[in-house]
């Protein structure tokens, strides 16, 4: 059993780079075959996930040396199969499935089906990789190799000049964040001579002393490493420039390729939590960069584009979780919101067709004197939403890292729903609103305390910040995420205002935070960047 074990999780990642590796004009020339190549890969891979799963509930973690490289230290290339990874491994897969179903139809008839096909299949190895390497060598070489996928799909089409602008942009920042990671496995072999995660956990949990400044370092560079992969500011302009890639390729970048940074975070948790400035540095960014991303959004035209700015503050938001050392949350939030977000693509035109048929026109707008009225019912009625399941399951907050802001998250979330809802005056849409927000509050506090037993042995839970950063992190999360609320209410009545009006114009081009990365992007390739 332990054999079978061993070899099961092996097999995904070999298939899918067997599929990968099949050159381009014999793919386009056997379309037929290549499709039942990449569908049936993507079933087994998904098929071992959980068989794999299975075995990993009976039998406990698994780690395996397939062989050793003793030169220039040792490193031990193999799989390493707990519950933080067999999460992500079963979230991969089933999204690969979805994903490899939906290119067949949707670029049916076209020439190079087959290359694309072929780069989806090496793409989701190299993640599948990425999740069950044994230490940071191999998760190095996977986080390239992704990287190097990725970059392939994006310039699937090289006659659309602005996709390949978007690429080369994307190129940069991607050497970057390996540049930060190379930096941390450098510096994880000066400290412990190691770069196996055995090692470093248990050198970690055998620590009583305080943090040393390489240990200080390697943190951060690791947290500069994430940020970089999941478009935090202000490495973030590459994403929203990506649209013109195939739906498929957004759906697999920002339902998976992107949350390669947050699981690198929750699967060094325990070395980064050693780290403050690492831990401050994801807070303050993530953040930021959910706050940043939301009101972007809101101004986008594009559907496309509005999923993209959505998508950088869901993983700034992702980011904060990491940062206030409440890794349980951001593992949950990653698995919702890839869901979420590959449906979200997959059936943006469906969407679109959907709200042209149903379009009646502007509703009354409900007047100021209403929504100051009903403020305070929608604030109390929040705060026993969120208390409700708190008691119900007995969950102690003093114990949870981050509880405070992230309960003041939920809170102003439930607040701004049902302040629009009890707003319009509607008895029956104020008693949907009131039912919706009662079952996504029991809901996510059920599946976190799912999530929290299935990682508690696994990821460190921190009792509070670790630095003296934690009274500014939580008046800052309070106050922009409360502006926020309060901006997506009352932002139709203040677009008559003629500053509000050039601010629309600002946030519309991104605050346009991308100058500087279009600027070195042009200087690096020679060349401007296209009309788009």
């Not at 114990?399 to 998250?409: C, D, E, F």
């Amino acid at each position: 059993m332990t054999n079978l074990f061993s070899i099961l999780p092996v097999i995904s990642p070999l298939l899918l780079f067997a599929v990968g590796s099949i050159p381009d004009n014999w793919a386009n020339r056997h379309v037929a075959v290549l499709r039942n190549f990449v569908v049936t890969t993507a079933y087994v891979t998904c098929f071992l996930s959980i068989a794999t799963a299975i075995l990993l509930a009976l039998h406990g973690p698994l780690d395996v040396v397939f062989f050793k490289i003793s030169w220039p230290a040792p490193i031990g290339l193999g799989i390493y199969i707990d519950r933080v990874a067999i999460v992500m491994l079963l979230l991969i897969s089933f999204i690969g499935v979805v994903i490899s179903r939906y290119s067949l139809r949707y670029l049916d008839g076209e020439a190079t089906q087959g290359r694309f096909l072929r780069w989806i299949s090496f793409t989701l190895g190299s993640v599948v990789l990425m999740v069950i390497s044994r230490n940071l060598v191999m998760f190095t070489a996977a986080w390239m190799l992704t990287s190097f996928g990725l970059h392939q799909l994006l310039t699937h089409y090289p006659d659309r000049s602005w996709a390949i602008w978007a690429a080369r942009k994307k190129f940069l920042v991607s050497r970057l964040g390996d540049l930060m990671l190379l930096c941390a496995l450098g510096l994880t072999f000066w400290q412990f001579g190691s770069s196996e995660y055995t090692d470093l956990f248990a050198a970690m949990k055998a620590s009583t002393t305080e943090s040393t400044l390489l240990v200080t370092l390697i943190g951060v560079f690791l947290a500069l490493g994430a940020l970089s992969k999941s478009a935090q500011f202000p490495f973030h302009t590459w994403l929203p420039d990506t649209m013109e890639t195939p739906t498929p390729v957004s759906a697999l970048m920002h339902a998976g390729i992107i949350n390669a940074g947050g699981f690198l975070v929750i699967r060094l948790s325990p070395l980064i939590s050693h780290s403050g400035p690492a831990l401050d540095l994801l807070a303050l960014v993530g953040g930021f960069t959910a706050l940043f991303g939301s009101v972007v959004m809101l101004t986008q035209t594009s559907i496309k584009r509005s999923l993209a700015y959505s998508t950088i503050a869901q993983m700034g938001f992702m980011m904060l979780q990491c940062g206030l050392g409440a890794y349980s949350a951001a593992m949950l939030h990653i698995v919702a919101h890839s869901l979420y977000k590959a449906y979200s693509f997959l059936s943006c035109g469906s969407v679109l067709e959907s709200a042209a048929r149903l379009r009646t026109g502007p509703g009354p707008s409900p007047t100021i004197l209403r929504k100051l009225v009903v403020l305070p019912v929608a604030m109390a009625i929040a705060l026993g939403l969120c208390s409700a399941p708190i008691w119900l399951m007995q969950i102690d907050q003093r114990t949870k890292s981050g509880a405070a802001v992230l309960g003041i998250v939920l809170n102003i979330a439930l607040i701004q729903m049902l302040w629009n809802s009890f707003s319009v005056g509607s008895w029956q849409l104020s008693v949907r609103s009131l039912c919706a927000g009662a079952l996504v509050t029991f809901s996510y506090y059920a599946a976190f305390v799912v999530m929290n037993n299935i990682l508690a042995d696994t990821v460190p839970h921190l009792t509070m910040l670790p630095s003296s950063m934690d009274n500014v992190i939580f008046w800052l999360v309070t106050l922009g995420f409360g502006f926020i609320c309060i901006l997506q209410s009352i932002f139709i009545p203040l677009t008559e205002l003629p500053l509000v009006r050039a601010i629309y114009v600002h946030a519309m081009n991104g605050l346009y935070l991308d100058i500087p990365a279009r600027r070195l992007t042009a200087r690096f390739w020679g060349q401007s960047a296209p009309v788009q």
